[in-house]
């Protein structure tokens, strides 16, 4: 019995000592986390597209392409331009602009028209709303040094919400009891319940994004325990070919060799040749990808002969690539829709109600603020 009451007592150690410790940093985390479930959907919001015309067909590949290098000249690397469906706006990414060189990974932002013949909207990576609260949310605003820190949170966060559960875990014939949310005359008790009641929702939720954050923060450090208990992950190629005074191909020709290499894919994004590398790279979804914005299967043509360099098809690939690509869908709530999405917003906002309770009732316990309510 004293061995059971210790072991409980350790894990609510734990488990204080630890929300304590980081629980402010998770918060920030977990909320900007909710608001990034939607955030193309607040940044059109908030930056609706001044776009007028009215393209009912796909994007005009080749027309947008001349538009980025018509009004950008001095940008001679490669562009990626994101198939966002019939009818769209067309948003496209250069990475690494001089202006921005000094702040990591702020690459230049731009929308073009479903037209593909006007630009709508420039601007940078951290420089608006939705994108420095990204920034945030993956490296609390400190680049690579915060992303590595925040992945020793999440591991730290995963030991918090399995001590709290533990903490928690009822005595044999004692679950019912465990669960009420009882009738209270003190705070403590009253917040108790909350905690408790608010914890045992969200913990699974919480888990989940917890170490699918982790994994996706931390890759260097989390791929070796992949592959040591599954298999080797299997990465795409990226072949390098000099470029010469020869035309490129159309980037539309570029897309028809693709989608004739991977039929049944959906195109998700294009990157274009550069002033060091003569090759288009393409990125598709097959049909059992769960990733839409950024699937995991790539196919490199050749810009200068229209010869398939590459074909990398993660339907394919080892069982520890397909885990992997299931981690940012699963991060954001895209592979479950609307309704998964909601559960993750909730969370976020639930990770935060925890924090603060639990601050509150060790503010109580501490004798730092009355027990009556």
């Known amino acids: 019995m004293t061995l059971k009451l210790s072991w409980r007592k350790t894990f609510r150690r734990l488990h204080l000592y630890l929300g ?18 939607y955030y193309p959907q ?26 980025l290098r018509a009004n950008f000249p001095s940008k001679q690397g490669p562009w990626r331009l994101e198939n966002t469906g019939i009818n769209s706006v067309i948003p496209a990414r250069y990475y690494n602009p001089t202006e921005t060189k000094e702040q990591g990974f702020a690459p230049l932002m731009v929308w073009l028209s479903s ?121 795409p190629p990226k072949t390098q070919i000099q470029p010469s005074k020869q035309t490129d191909i159309p980037l539309s020709q570029a897309v028809l060799i693709a989608e004739k290499a991977l039929p049944n894919a959906r195109l998700a994004w294009i990157e274009t040749p550069s002033n060091l590398n003569a090759i288009y790279r393409l990125r598709f979804q097959t049909v059992n990808d769960p990733s839409y914005r950024f699937p995991h299967s790539y196919i490199e043509v050749n810009a200068l002969t229209g010869k398939l360099e590459s074909v990398f098809n993660i339907d394919k690939q080892s069982t520890a690539s397909k885990i992997k690509n299931w981690m940012h869908p699963l991060h ?6 609307n309704i998964l999405k909601v559960i993750w917003v909730l969370s976020g906002f639930g990770s935060a109600a925890l924090f603060i309770i639990g601050v509150y009732r060790w503010l109580v316990r501490t004798k730092r603020i009355q027990n009556k309510l």
């Open 42 to 67: 607040i940044d059109l919001l908030l930056n609706p597209a001044n776009d007028a015309t009215t393209n009912i067909k796909t994007p005009n590949w080749d027309q947008a392409y001349n538009t």
């Open 115 to 235: 037209s593909s013949d006007k630009v709508i909207r420039k601007n940078y990576w951290g420089k608006y709303l939705v994108t420095w609260m990204y920034n945030l949310h993956f490296s609390l605003l400190t680049g690579a040094t915060g992303t590595l820190v925040l992945g020793y949170i999440g591991i730290a966060s995963i030991v918090l919400l399995i001590s709290g559960f533990f903490a928690w875990f009822p005595k044999p014939g004692q679950w019912v009891k465990a669960l009420k949310f009882k009738s209270r005359s003190s705070k403590i008790g009253l917040l108790y319940d909350w905690h408790k009641l608010i914890g045992l929702t969200f913990c699974i939720p919480l888990l989940a994004l917890t170490v699918t954050g982790v994994m996706l923060a931390i890759p260097k450090q989390t791929d070796p325990i992949l592959t040591a208990l599954v298999s080797d992950i299997n990465s």
């Open 20 to 37: 304590l410790s980081v629980g402010v940093l998770l918060t920030i985390i977990t909320l900007s986390g909710s608001i990034l479930v």
């Open 332 to 337: 954001d709530g895209s592979i479950g829709g």
